[in-house]
C-alpha cells in the first residue's frame, strides 16, 4: 500500500456544491470559488484530516461528472492559478490533495468527440445508467487509454496525490491495468481509488492494480443495523472486510456525495456516535463527508436536483456554521484524534468479542497494541463479559469515564493497550 495512504484521514468535499456554483455552466467567465476551498483548509487540519479528496473540478457541463475537458479547470470553480493555489495550500499544511477523475463516462460536448463513444448494437450511443447526456467512453480503444493516462499524469504532475476513479465499477479492470502502470513509473507514490458498490471487491483490484475501493458493504451494514437493533448483520459485513486486508486496504465513510447524510438516514440521533466509532476504528482508510462533521442533514431523492440537499454550500467561514453543529464537530476531533495516534488500525486485524442484537465488541489487533470496541444500542447499561485488565480508556463520549466494562445505554466506549 501507498506510504501516506497508510495514515490518511480524508476530508471529502464537493467543490461545485461546497463552493455554491450554478448548477449549470453558463457564460464560460471564470469565477474564483476554488479559493474559498483554500480558506477551509485550516478547519480540515484542525479537524485532524491529513488529505483532502475533492470531488470534480474539470470542466463539465453541469454536476461535475459530465466532463467537458479533464485538462481544463471548471470556471465556475476558477482557473489554472486557483488550482496551483490551492495545491500549494494544502502543501504547506501537510495535506495530501486527491482528486476525482471521471473516465467511464463524459458529455456528450466531450472535448474529443463522439468517436471515443461506446455504441450499442443498433449504433447509437451507449450511455451511463439511462442518462442520456452521459455517454460511455469505448475502454476497447487505445486513444481512451492514453488519454486517461495522459489526464492521470498531468494533474499528478501539478502536485496532486492521488486518483478517486468515478464508476469504476462500470470500467472493465483490465483497462486500469493497462493505464495505471505506466503513471505509477512517473508516480510511484499516487494512490488510485476505485469506486466500486458491490461484488468482488478484491478480486477487481487484483485484476485492475487498483490500490483500494470504495467499501459500500460496511456503510451499509452500519447504518443499517444501527436502526434495525441488529449488529448480527455488521458481524457478518466485518467478515467480509476483515478478509480483503489480505489482498487491499478498503476505503471507508459513513457519508459521500451520493447517499443520504447519516444524521438523516439514522432513526436514533444517539447512534450518530457509535457509527463514527466503528469508521475510526475499524480498518480501512477513512473519509468525513464535508459537513457530516456539524451533523448536516439532507435526504438524497431520485429525481432531477435530488443530490442538491446532500451537496449544500459551505459559509465563507467557520464562524457562520450554525452552534449546533460544533459538539459533533468535537467529537470527531477526539476520535480522529485517537485515530491518529494509533495509526495501525488501519489495517489491524478485527474479530467480534461478544454479540447481540444490541450490544457488541470488537477486538482489534496488531503487532503495536489493542483496541477494545464496546457499543451499546439498548436502553440500558450493558456489562460486557471481558477481560478488560491493562486496558485504559483512549475514547469516551465525556470525559471522566474510567475503564470498566459497563457501558450505558446508548452509549460507548473504546479502550487500549500496548504491546
Known amino acids: 500500500m501507498i506510504q501516506w495512504a497508510e495514515h490518511a484521514i480524508l476530508w471529502h468535499v464537493y467543490p461545485l456544491g461546497f463552493t455554491g456554483a450554478p448548477r449549470a455552466a453558463a457564460d464560460g467567465a471564470v469565477q474564483h470559488r476554488l479559493r474559498r476551498v483554500a480558506d477551509w483548509l485550516d478547519y480540515a487540519v484542525e479537524l485532524g484530516c491529513s488529505g483532502l479528496l475533492l470531488g470534480p473540478v474539470f470542466a463539465s457541463e ?69 442518462h442520456r447526456h452521459l455517454v460511455a467512453l469505448d475502454h476497447e480503444r487505445p486513444e481512451v487509454a492514453a488519454y486517461v493516462t495522459r489526464v492521470l499524469s498531468h494533474w499528478l504532475d501539478r502536485g496532486v496525490s492521488g486518483w478517486r476513479l468515478d464508476a469504476a465499477y462500470a470500467v472493465p479492470p483490465e483497462f486500469w491495468a493497462k493505464v495505471v502502470p505506466p503513471v505509477r513509473e512517473r508516480h510511484p507514490d499516487a494512490w488510485f481509488l476505485g469506486e466500486v458498490l458491490h461484488g468482488d471487491y478484491a478480486a477487481y483490484v487484483e485484476r485492475s492494480g487498483l490500490d483500494s475501493v470504495t467499501q459500500y458493504e460496511l456503510w451499509k451494514a452500519t447504518w443499517s443495523s444501527l436502526n434495525d437493533g441488529n449488529f448480527f448483520e455488521l458481524a457478518w459485513a466485518l467478515k467480509r472486510h476483515v478478509a480483503m486486508l489480505d489482498t487491499f486496504v478498503p476505503q471507508t465513510f459513513i457519508g459521500n456525495h451520493d447517499v443520504t447524510r447519516l444524521a438523516t438516514r439514522l432513526t436514533d440521533e444517539r447512534h450518530f456516535a457509535h457509527a463514527l466509532v466503528l469508521l475510526m476504528t475499524l480498518p480501512g482508510v477513512p473519509s468525513i463527508y464535508y459537513g457530516d462533521e456539524q451533523a448536516f442533514r439532507g435526504l438524497k431523492e431520485e429525481r432531477e436536483g ?114
Not at 477494545?372 to 475514547?395: H, K, Q
Open 62 to 130: 453541469t454536476h461535475g461528472y459530465d466532463t467537458i475537458d479533464h485538462f481544463r479547470v471548471d470556471p465556475r470553480l476558477g482557473d489554472e492559478q486557483d488550482f496551483d493555489r490551492l495545491v500549494a495550500a494544502a502543501r504547506e499544511r501537510g495535506l495530501r490533495l486527491v482528486l476525482d477523475g471521471v473516465f467511464n463516462h463524459v458529455s456528450r460536448r466531450f472535448a474529443q468527440g463522439g468517436d471515443w463513444f461506446r455504441r450499442r448494437g443498433d449504433g447509437t450511443y451507449d450511455v451511463f445508467e439511462g
Open 306 to 419: 435530488g443530490d442538491d440537499a446532500i451537496r449544500p454550500a459551505f459559509p465563507r467561514d467557520p464562524s457562520e456554521l450554525a452552534p449546533f453543529g460544533w459538539p459533533t464537530y468535537r467529537l470527531h476531533q477526539r476520535l480522529v484524534g485517537m485515530r491518529r495516534r494509533h495509526p495501525w488500525l488501519v489495517r489491524a486485524h478485527t474479530s467480534v468479542e461478544h454479540l447481540t442484537n444490541r450490544a457488541l465488541a470488537l477486538r482489534s489487533t496488531a503487532p503495536e497494541g489493542e483496541v477494545l470496541t464496546l457499543l451499546n444500542i439498548g436502553d440500558e447499561p450493558y456489562r460486557f463479559p471481558l477481560d478488560v485488565t491493562g486496558f485504559s480508556v483512549i475514547a469516551t463520549p465525556s470525559a471522566g469515564e474510567g475503564p470498566g466494562s459497563l457501558v450505558p445505554g446508548h452509549g460507548w466506549l473504546v479502550l487500549g493497550r500496548s504491546r
